[in-house]
Nanobody, 121 residues
Framework: QVQLVESGGGLVQAGGSLRLSCAAS????????KAWFRQAPGKEREFVAA????????YYADSVKGRFTISRDNAKNTVYLQMNSLKPEDSAVYYC??????????????WGQGTQVTVSS
């Protein structure tokens, strides 16, 4: 069974940094684009960042541009989200997804279970 497993979430003060990781269980996932989405309580799931299979193309939501960086290591079957200058409004459950390169959650076929990020003011 294909799995995506996120890690790295936690509690951090505003202005701090966290790095999320998402490990895929199958080598074939190296051929997929990877993305991060987030969902805060009472809000819809929203796009955060995406990266194509080779790592040569990256896309970011305007709200995180310049603060977050998505990257991937296909040898380790892992995608990362480096989050700097965190704000309380970044607090959410962060989900990793795999599929075709897109900013819409409906394009992604595979999802992780999510990891909680809480930013205190």
């Amino acid at each position: 069974q294909v799995q995506l497993v996120e890690s790295g979430g936690g509690l951090v003060q505003a202005g701090g940094s966290l790095r999320l990781s998402c490990a895929a269980s199958k080598r074939t996932f190296a051929n997929y684009a990877k993305a991060w989405f987030r969902q805060a309580p009472g809000k819809e799931r929203e796009f955060v960042a995406a990266i194509n299979w080779s790592g040569g193309r990256e896309y970011y939501a305007d709200s995180v541009k310049g603060r977050f960086t998505i990257s991937r290591d296909n040898a380790k079957n892992t995608v990362y989200l480096q989050m700097n200058s965190l704000k309380p409004e970044d607090s959410a459950v962060y989900y990793c997804a795999a599929g075709p390169l897109a900013t819409s959650q409906y394009e992604y076929n595979y999802w992780g279970q999510g990891t909680q990020v809480t930013v205190s003011s």
